[in-house]
């Protein structure tokens, strides 16, 4: 079971920063998260909310903003020890992270139309060049899929699972063409991960913190943990 740092490792150092994927790296993990949405300007960059207000504590839209404008807002802000200012990072600035990383999972967010989600995954397996081998793009967003099957992605695809669907998820995900679902933690019921693994889909579970339920998940043989606190369970789970 690989040790996945969500959003790099947003518990332990400012979520999608190259700061925080330095971070993961620097543990020597080389499994990771992130969210990837595009700027009006075409670029591709990794941010969670469509809002820097959480974050930053800028209230603006990030579909507001071209990639020039980024430098104004301080990902770090509320992290009153971080000691570096941590600008929203573009994709391709934190795949030079990750080059010898072994699996990164690359969340899109949802978009409102098809040209939208044909365009962002055009430039998206563009810039994912070279990493077909660890990347898995995964998404909520059927439109998304959708786009990536229609130019017949050579990328793998996982299938992300939030509603209390069952098997529903997994009919989905094989129709769609995906290798993987991501199931929310409280899904994740012994019975869905059986019939998953049944399926021959693998299995990344979200968001784990706690070690115990971390311990269970890898007794029934997930593939991925997804978690904000990549460090302590490295220390305390068994490879």
């Not at 990771?32 to 959480?54: A, C, P, S, T, Y």
């Not at 404008?69 to 009153?80: D, F, T, V």
């Not at 998304?144 to 099957?149: E, S, T």
């Not at 399926?199 to 593939?223: M, P, Y």
């Amino acid at each position: 079971m690989k040790i996945i740092g969500h959003r790099g490792a947003r518990g332990e150092a400012p979520e999608n920063t190259l700061g925080g994927f330095q971070y993961i790296h620097d543990l020597g993990i080389r499994a990771v998260e992130f969210d990837v949405r595009q700027l009006k300007d075409g670029e591709l960059v990794i941010m969670h909310d469509d809002n820097f207000l959480r974050t930053t504590g800028i209230d603006k839209n990030i579909y507001q903003c071209s990639s020039s404008e980024l430098q104004h807002y301080n990902q770090a802000s509320i992290w009153l020890d971080w000691k570096n200012f941590e600008v929203t990072p573009t994709l391709q600035q934190s795949l030079k992270i990750m080059q010898d990383f072994e699996h990164i999972e690359v969340e899109v967010k949802a978009v409102a139309t098809m040209a939208e989600a044909e365009k962002l995954v055009l430039e998206l397996q563009k810039q994912l060049h070279g990493f077909e081998q660890t990347a898995v793009i995964t998404s909520f967003d059927l439109k998304i899929h959708q786009a990536l099957k229609q130019q017949y992605s050579i990328f793998k695809r996982g299938l992300l699972i939030e509603q209390d669907i069952k098997e529903q998820a997994i009919k989905q995900a094989l129709e769609l063409g995906c290798c993987q679902i991501g199931w929310m933690n409280p899904l994740a019921t012994d019975e869905i991960i059986q019939a998953t693994q049944q399926a021959h889909l693998k299995i990344s579970v979200w968001t784990v913190n706690e070690v115990e339920r971390a311990k269970h998940l890898q007794s029934l043989g997930i593939d991925g943990l997804i978690t904000d606190f990549p460090k302590m369970m490295l220390e305390h789970l068994s490879s």
